[in-house]
């Protein structure tokens, strides 16, 4: 392992990750709460990565998984890479299938709906429609057997800018001695903490 690799300093405080069709081709979207954050986020740290150097790592723990991004930098001084710690989901399960090797990188914008913003058919959390829910004040589903009390759906803007991974591994827990990322991350953010 390099030590240019172990100096990089590790950043997890967004939300999680969506898995989305976009443009033909799969996206990986770290979520983040503000607009103003992830243009900070691409501007100062991701728009310096090097397309072909950017690598995902994905290590599954159980019923969780450890999403790691990283790459060189154009900027390496101010080089930052990303993990979080995630429960596995279906989105999760059809990126691993469905990858092919290739996948666009860009930033999402994860954004609570109201009744008020929300399309007549999006989806509560209930799993009836927006349609479905009363109009006033307190927002509660009318389907007769749903206990739902309040509306909640959520939006996610995809940046418009991306970059192109085409370095993606799904590693055992085992193995990732074998891969600098994965083994700094894991060293860093787990190993050196336990005890
Ligand atoms: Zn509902
Ligand atoms: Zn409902």
Redesign the pocket.
């Known amino acids: 392992m390099s030590s240019s690799q172990s100096s990089i300093p590790w950043f997890d405080d967004f939300l999680g990750v969506a898995y989305r069709y976009y443009d033909l081709r799969m996206n990986v979207v770290p979520l983040f709460t503000e607009r103003k954050e992830s243009m900070t986020i691409w501007n100062d740290t991701i728009h310096w990565w090097v397309d072909p150097s950017i690598k995902i790592r994905f290590v599954e723990t159980g019923d969780d998984y450890w999403f790691i991004l990283g790459s060189d930098s154009q900027k390496p001084a101010t080089n930052v890479s990303f993990f979080k710690v995630l429960p596995k989901s279906e989105h999760y399960e059809r990126f691993k299938k469905g990858h092919g090797g290739e996948a666009y990188l860009r930033l999402g914008v994860y954004k609570k709906q109201t009744l008020d913003d929300a399309k007549k058919n999006a989806m509560?959390?209930?799993s009836?429609e927006a349609r479905d829910?009363d109009e006033g004040d307190d927002d509660v589903?009318l389907f007769n057997d749903?206990d739902?009390k309040k509306?909640?759906s959520f939006q996610v803007n995809l940046s418009k800018r991306k970059k192109t991974i085409s370095d993606i591994k799904f590693l055992d827990e085992k193995d990732v001695k074998d891969d600098p990322l994965t083994w700094n991350c894991l060293n860093v953010n787990k190993y050196s903490k336990e005890n």
Do not use: G, L, V
Request: net charge neutral.
């Open positions: 509560c959390a209930c009836h829910h589903c749903c739902c509306f909640s």
